[in-house]
């Protein structure tokens, strides 16, 4: 499976974006869908995971009741909604699709995408 994320970008606080992971192959709905972030200087952390059926999302708590994860495997894609964007917020997001595993634990997740940054601004 290849990933590309896109969707980024320079936003002010309270802001909204739509990220987007477009897969290639055949099996995209064999795979949990996560998105994870890493912001300068820190390391990569979870942010939200869909399982293959689309039920079940995982959240962190940074995101929860802000961000929207979501799937459609007919189009092969997922996509992560972010509202009330913070500064905090700030970093590239990169999505990974796993076949096993548990969904918040990085190492299980076999793909990533390139990823994509998404600034905001106070």
């Known amino acids: 499976v290849q990933l590309q994320a896109s969707g980024g970008g320079l936003v002010q606080a309270g802001g909204s974006l739509r990220l987007s992971c477009a897969a290639s192959?055949?099996?995209?709905?064999?795979?949990?869908i996560g998105w994870f972030r890493q912001a300068p200087g820190k390391e990569r952390e979870f942010v939200a995971a869909?399982?293959?059926?689309?039920?079940?999302?995982y959240y962190a708590d940074s995101v929860k009741g802000r961000f929207t994860i979501s799937r459609d495997n007919a189009k092969n894609t997922g996509y992560l909604q972010m509202n009330s964007l913070k500064p905090e917020d700030t970093a590239v997001y990169y999505c990974?699709?796993?076949?096993?595993?548990?969904?918040?634990?990085?190492?299980?997740?076999?793909?990533w995408g390139q990823g994509t940054q998404v600034t905001v601004s106070s």
């Open positions: 990974a699709a796993a076949k096993l595993g548990r969904p918040r634990t990085e190492r299980f997740y076999d793909y």
């Open positions: 192959g055949h099996t995209f709905s064999s795979y949990t």
């Open positions: 869909i399982m293959r059926n689309g039920g079940s999302p």
